[in-house]
């Protein structure tokens, strides 16, 4: 996230200097791919090149201070990357964006999301894989997520979370009838949590215009970070940030919501599920 600010600013601060990134490139001595690739957020800049780009657009004072200090904050590493070999190159960038939001708004058709899993089941759920991996490597997978949940659904301001479920989530076993009964009632828990909204969107609703599958709606504090969509696929995942494409997800995520069951109906629904298993 750190990363996205410091380039959105210095694509601005180019622009409003008139430059070209070939310009740039020439003045700072490196290939203008480099600087399209701090400008795209895909590679991070040295401190000492953010610093010859601000004199070149003549930025002084406080405003290069803070600046210089992004820079400095956009190349540490996050807490998971000691860890980091347990988990897909794909994934790192969402941990980062995941700690840095506000607000949640994501759908899932199949499982439960990673924020709100058991022990038990996200484990059950990495075993379902085709291909395991070691045993060691699950267990380093599993505390990442266990660490992810702590670090956002217990932190001192927590972000908003409105999270829509299809049916199939709360019915299909996973794990086995205690692992599955455990993952149930960890969820009516965290649904009375005044920053967590849990709906179901019930058999009964037919068909529905997110079949396609799940997806997550991600914004951010500050007005100059846009809104992000995240879709995830088996071997990878896409980022979305187009005003239209996000906008067109707002329409998707509202229509799910209006025909969703409402949180105390979807308490009352999981809790007959409980019973069930």
């Known amino acids: ?50 610093s010859v780009m601000l004199d070149l657009y003549e930025v002084t004072g406080e405003r290069r201070e803070a600046l210089i200090q992004l820079a400095r904050d956009a190349r540490k590493r996050g807490w998971w990357y000691t860890l980091s070999e347990a988990i897909p190159e794909w994934v790192h960038s969402y941990v980062g964006l995941e700690e840095e939001a506000a607000t949640f708004q994501e759908y899932q058709s199949e499982f439960v999301p990673g924020l709100l899993q058991t022990e038990g089941y996200a484990m059950a759920v990495m075993r379902s894989a085709p291909v395991l991996p070691s045993e060691e490597e699950l267990e380093r997978r599993l505390a990442i997520r266990m660490q992810r949940q702590e670090r956002v659904l217990d932190r001192v301001d927590p972000p908003k979370m409105w999270l829509i479920l299809n049916e199939a989530v709360i019915r299909r076993p996973v794990g086995g009838s205690g692992t599955m009964r455990d993952q149930l009632l960890r969820m009516i828990d965290l649904s009375w949590r005044n920053h967590v909204t849990i709906q179901v969107l019930p058999f009964a609703a037919g068909v529905h215009p997110a079949m396609d599958g799940g997806f997550t709606i991600l914004s951010f504090p500050k007005p100059a970070d846009p809104d992000t969509v995240y879709v995830e696929y088996w071997q990878g995942s896409v980022y979305l940030e187009r005003p239209s494409e996000v906008e067109a997800y707002n329409l998707l995520f509202n229509h799910l919501r209006a025909r969703g069951l409402g949180p105390d109906q979807t308490r009352d629904l999981i809790t007959q599920v409980v019973r069930e298993v």
């Open 1 to 50: 996230m750190r990363r996205r600010r410091l380039a959105a600013e210095l694509q601005r601060l180019r622009k409003a200097s008139g430059l070209t990134r070939d310009q740039v490139a020439d003045h700072a001595g490196c290939a203008p791919v480099t600087i399209t690739r701090i400008e795209s957020a895909t590679s991070s800049a040295t401190v000492a090149l953010v």
